[in-house]
């Protein structure tokens, strides 16, 4: 694999790995204030959440990697 399909490859898994990373620790407000989503989460943790994806998505790339060369 040349280094620019394991960068289109890595983007790949990142975005697929970040989609089943997100729900993750989901709590929702139990009374939210007047105008804001009731389904919208207390506290979402983006950047940790970013974070366990990015160390998700190299270990997954990296078996990827091996399986394909």
């Keep these: 694999m040349g280094w620019l399909a ?3 490859v890595y983007a790949l898994i990142w975005w697929m790995v970040l989609f089943a990373v997100l729900p993750w620790g989901v709590r929702r407000v139990e009374n939210p204030e007047t105008g804001h989503d009731p389904g919208a989460p207390a506290n979402p943790n983006l950047w940790l959440k970013l ?4 160390v998700v998505a190299a270990i997954v790339w990296g078996i990827v990697y091996i399986v394909i060369d």
């Design 51 to 54: 974070l366990a994806t990015t």
């Design 6 to 8: 394991g960068i289109f």
